[in-house]
Nanobody, 118 residues
Framework: QVQLVESGGGLVQPGGSLRLSCAASGLTFSTAVMSWYRQAPGKERELVALISIGGLRPNYADSAKGRFTIARDNAKKTVSLQINNLKPDDTAVYYC???????????WGRGTQVTVSS
């Protein structure tokens, strides 16, 4: 059974930082493309960052460039998202997604809430 469990969210003031983490189990993590999405209230879920199997070519949404850093640790089966200089517009539920190589389904975590407010 595949499980993705996000952690690290919380309430933070504008300008602060958070490091989100996603722990994976039940899949061959090293051959899964990992990504972070977010969904703000009343908005569609959007891709924030994606990291390839080898971890050498991260991709970021325009809104995430310069402030977000995605990283993976294949030995620990974790993917992280470092967010700096948080803004109120970053308030959302952040989800981890795994896309295993091949034609099988994608897998999602349940999300972790990030609230940026003074």
């Amino acid at each position: 059974q595949v499980q993705l469990v996000e952690s690290g969210g919380g309430l933070v003031q504008p300008g602060g930082s958070l490091r989100l983490s996603c722990a994976a189990s039940g899949l061959t993590f090293s051959t899964a493309v990992m990504s972070w999405y977010r969904q703000a209230p009343g908005k569609e879920r959007e891709l924030v960052a994606l990291i390839s199997i080898g971890g050498l070519r991260p991709n970021y949404a325009d809104s995430a460039k310069g402030r977000f850093t995605i990283a993976r640790d294949n030995a620990k089966k974790t993917v992280s998202l470092q967010i700096n200089n948080l803004k109120p517009d970053d308030t959302a539920v952040y989800y981890c997604k795994a896309k295993p190589v091949g034609t099988g389904p994608d897998y999602w975590g349940r999300g972790t809430q990030v609230t940026v407010s003074s």
